[in-house]
């Protein structure tokens, strides 16, 4: 098979796959995103794109194997991802109670998740129950670059500019202009002009 007729098959079977958890989808969403990859929306609250926005890219892994999970839990929960961002394969991001804000020319890498959440309590009483004043907004600026495999936690700001390291896992503020890893995420060093 010629490798313009394999672009055709798997360009043709990527389709389906997004129509398919297109119709999956029961959440509400505003804008239009470029969906190379499935992208499943759900949840009772909002999920914004500004223009420009692109989910998925081939040839990264999981291009064929996984989907793009976008939760907006809550009434009140929002997801706004900025214009010209560009997410990876396998990206998760799940607002429970409050919001997760991804700014504009963000590039983000595969298997990224964005928890606003714990999601249940720690007590095995507890472990049932989500408590809405436990959850926390998470705030990217523009322009941030986002590595594979990264964890961004509840509460978290990253500055503009800033780069966050693969397999980071981001519990803490991270301020503009810097480069960010480990678990917990730490700076690095500066970014230099």
């Known amino acids: 098979m010629t490798k313009r007729l394999a672009n055709r098959v798997l360009g043709a079977l990527q389709w389906v796959r997004v129509l398919f958890y297109e119709a999956l989808s029961t959440g509400h969403s505003e804008g ?22 692109t989910f998925g890219y081939f040839p990264s892994p999981f291009f064929l194997a996984g989907y793009i999970h976008l939760e907006a839990r809550s009434g009140s929960s929002l997801i706004s991802i900025g214009e010209g961002t560009q997410i990876n394969n396998n990206f998760v991001a799940v ?16 298997n990224v998740e964005i928890l606003d959440s714990d999601f249940h309590g720690i007590r095995v009483n507890q472990r049932d129950t989500s408590d809405p004043r436990a959850a926390k907004p998470v705030m990217i600026g523009s ?41 917990p995420a730490r700076v690095l060093r500066t970014i230099e002009g």
């Open 32 to 53: 239009n995103a470029r969906k190379t990859q499935p992208v499943l929306i759900l949840g009772d609250g909002l999920i914004q794109f500004e223009k420009g926005v």
């Open 95 to 110: 607002a429970e109670h409050t919001s997760i804000t991804i700014g504009k020319r963000c590039l983000v890498g595969t």
């Open 143 to 183: 322009d941030v670059l986002i590595g594979s495999n990264v964890k961004i936690m509840k509460g978290v700001v990253i500055g503009s500019g800033s780069v966050i390291a693969n397999s980071a896992v981001v519990v803490g503020a991270v301020p503009p202009g810097v480069v960010a890893g480990g678990n």
